[in-house]
């Protein structure tokens, strides 16, 4: 009830300075970049723009997870607003003057739908130009090792016309954003608040130990019981990995004395299944993707936000997909296991953890509880933003395809992009010179570079060519339309091919696997319509087996043999590829087999990890089926080509057959909390507490 009250009262509350500047450069008509901590209030900004709007201008509201869009979703449904979603698999009310989304949805709409042949202003959607605001949640994903392109690639496709809302508090450079914006003619602000609402203390938790009863014997127990003792709870505990965040939520629960049981409704018991209600029963829950939505947004986090549960495990990757917050926030190792590398927590990611400590409107002070060997409070800085290695394909192929010259592109483009020099594409000298000059009918700079310094069958034209001097003044490194040449997205004279055509309908690497596996005559359709399920899905599926196998492994080393391209392609394999996935989805969609059975297949999955391959998978087969027919170069296709734009058809008809379900048009139905779920809970449960010890404040 505490947190509801809060909500009602800051729909009240006049906005602080900070949020003021922000809100009239909105009214001004200018893009506006917010530099804020977490809690601070950075929403509210947008909140009271569509409010002080009267809800007459349409918004674009984008955030990097579906549980996020979820949440937000629900919060203003809740709050009477007339909201709208659109994440891939769930698409409510998409008139509706607020939207959230996802981001990559909504790239689909402001770079364009040219490959399903809807067009508006500008080549655009026609529903994106009824919107006025795009609002970019966490906008730091721009350095994203995979996702960064598709924010690069909204921000340089956004029309003039739709004004720019970013939001984060986790870059250290805000400014240099918005002087990207400006160089791409928008004008752009940076508004920056450094205060929490909620102070930060840092405290040793180790100091905290002494005088517990024997039966608590675990490390983390013990840390968490004394914070439990010194009314520093509730606890966010942050593990390396979901097999940790299940393990001390277990422990937790048998060791930690407990005076008042949680009871929970048949329908939250039936929900979160018998080992996951047995933990909550005792004020304690684990949170990862492995659980579904459910269970995490259904149970977990309303009994979080409520106060009800004494500590929650969550694992590292879920720092930014938390929308909830404890009073006391411990992070029980500095780094974790990826790839069979150990990896440090970055900086930026440790203030994303910190920051959930603390609760507005019910804790004066967040606490950071800092062990031996636990990443302390000084650690944890804003990321220096800067653009990640891939660059948008969608963006410029989706242009090709409506007919720009590919050299033009690379002489008009190169400089846009969030860096401090240009980028070069690949043809900013070849492009200029006319293509009969060259005896080697390279039309790349990287091309020129790299065949005059091939020493193993040299080109005989090279040693006398006029241009020998400015070829080996080039670079040979990599470049965006050199990599298409050799992906076979371009042919040698630069033009759009077949290929690459159907590159051009997605957003990351699934279509050069698509493509690949449709040049295959003896790949039946009936089998790739699974195996495509295997393009996103890690190591999820994969058990004991190696990553890179299968029938679509196999055309996609054809295809593109051993070549590496950062965010597309590992040794000519989709980056995300993982085997396994493609039987479990076979089997739950063709041969109605239920989840339990699929999950004791495969015993590294969770229930959230089948719902997002279920929602993955069709979420790409929706894309197929909307995506148009291949036109090739304007001239009437022959031979290969011809066979390959019949075999596409075929595809996206099976597509259609197996998306017989339409999208959903709502979020499934969450029990309410009871109102013993929302009365206040004590969870000092110890006696005899220690002195507090000293802590350190942080701004």
């Not at 009214?27 to 809690?39: E, L």
């Not at 304690?284 to 004494?310: D, F, M, N, T």
């Not at 400089?415 to 060259?438: M, V, Y």
């Not at 990553?547 to 492994?553: E, F, V």
């Amino acid at each position: 009830m505490l947190s509801d009250a809060f909500a009602g009262l800051q729909k009240l509350m006049l906005p602080d300075r900070w949020q003021a500047l922000a809100l009239n450069a909105l009214r001004a008509g200018r893009d506006v970049v917010v530099d804020a901590p977490t809690g601070a209030g950075k929403t509210y900004i947008f909140e009271r723009w569509a409010e002080q709007t009267s809800f007459a201008k349409r918004a674009l509201f984008t955030v990097p997870t579906r549980a996020l869009a979820n949440d937000k979703f629900a919060e203003w449904r809740a709050r009477d607003w007339d909201v709208g979603i659109m994440t891939g698999d769930l698409c409510v009310n998409p008139g509706a003057p607020i939207v959230v989304a996802t981001l990559e949805a909504v790239q689909g709409l402001i770079v364009g739908a040219a490959a399903n042949g809807a067009t508006g202003p500008a080549g655009r959607d026609a529903r994106t130009a009824e919107f006025q605001l795009l609002v970019v949640d966490e906008y730091h994903w721009l350095a994203d090792a995979h996702r960064g392109n598709h924010y690069e690639g909204v921000l340089l496709a956004a029309p003039a016309t739709l004004q720019l809302l970013l939001l984060s508090g986790a870059v250290a450079n805000p400014g240099d954003v918005a002087a990207w914006l400006r160089r791409l003619g928008r004008p752009a602000e940076v508004v920056q608040h450094r205060e929490r609402p909620v102070p930060l203390e840092e405290v040793e938790v180790d100091d905290l130990v002494h005088g517990l009863p024997r039966s608590i014997e675990g490390f983390w127990s013990k840390r968490v019981a004394g914070a439990l003792r010194e009314g520093l709870g509730p606890v966010l505990v942050f593990a390396p990995h979901r097999a940790d965040a299940e393990r001390l939520a277990r422990q937790f629960a048998r060791e930690l004395p407990l005076a008042d049981v949680l009871t929970l409704t048949p329908e939250q018991e039936q929900l979160c299944g018998p080992q996951l209600a047995k933990l909550l029963a005792r004020r304690v829950a684990y949170h990862h993707s492995g659980l579904s939505y459910a269970q995490r947004a259904g149970v977990i986090e309303p009994l979080a936000k409520a106060g009800q549960l004494r500590a929650v495990v969550a694992t590292l990757g879920l720092s930014a997909g938390i929308n909830f917050s404890l009073r006391s926030v411990l992070i029980t190792a500095g780094g974790f296991r990826h790839d069979h590398l150990d990896r440090e927590i970055p900086p930026h990611d440790l203030l994303q953890m910190i920051g959930r400590a603390g609760r507005r409107g019910l804790d004066e002070r967040g606490y950071v509880l800092v062990s031996t060997s636990t990443p302390r409070l000084r650690r944890a800085e804003p990321l220096r933003l800067k653009r990640a290695a891939p660059l948008p394909w969608a963006l410029f192929l989706r242009q090709l395809r409506r007919g720009r010259d590919a050299t033009e592109l690379a002489r008009t483009e190169s400089a846009r992009f969030f860096a401090e020099e240009r980028i070069p594409l690949g043809a900013e000298q070849t492009g200029r010179l006319p293509a009969a000059s060259l005896p080697c009918a390279e039309f790349t700079d990287t091309g020129r570079a790299r065949l005059v310094r091939r020493e193993r069958n040299p080109f005989p034209g090279c040693p006398g060519c006029a241009h020998r001097t400015a070829c080996l003044a080039l670079s040979p490194a990599p470049t965006l339309l050199w990599q298409w040449q050799r992906t076979g997205v371009l042919d040698r004279r630069l033009r759009l091919t077949v290929r690459g055509e159907i590159v051009s309908f997605f957003l990351g690497p699934e279509g050069l696997a698509l493509a690949a596996a449709l040049e295959d005559r003896r790949y039946p359709l009936d089998d790739l319509v699974f195996d495509a399920a295997n393009l996103f899905a890690g190591d999820r599926f994969s058990g004991t087996n190696p990553r890179w196998i299968g029938r679509l492994s196999e055309a996609c080393t054809r295809a593109y043999r051993r070549l590496s391209i950062e965010g597309w392609l590992h040794d000519g394999m989709p980056v995300q590829y993982g085997s396994g996935a493609s039987e479990s989805v076979r089997a739950l969609v063709a041969e109605g087999a239920r989840t339990r059975q699929v999950l004791d297949e495969v015993e590294s999955a969770g229930r959230g990890d089948i719902d997002r391959l279920l929602t993955e998978w069709r979420s790409l087969l929706r894309q197929v089926a909307q995506a148009g027919p291949l036109l090739g170069d304007g001239a009437p296709m022959t031979g290969r080509d011809h066979f390959i734009a019949e075999r596409w058809d075929d595809f996206r008809a099976l597509a259609r057959f197996w998306l017989r379900e339409p999208a959903a048009t709502s979020l499934p139905d969450l029990p309410p909390l009871t109102a013993d779920q929302r009365r206040p809970v004590n969870h000092s449960v110890l006696r005899n507490p220690l002195p507090k010890p000293p802590g350190r404040a942080t701004p």
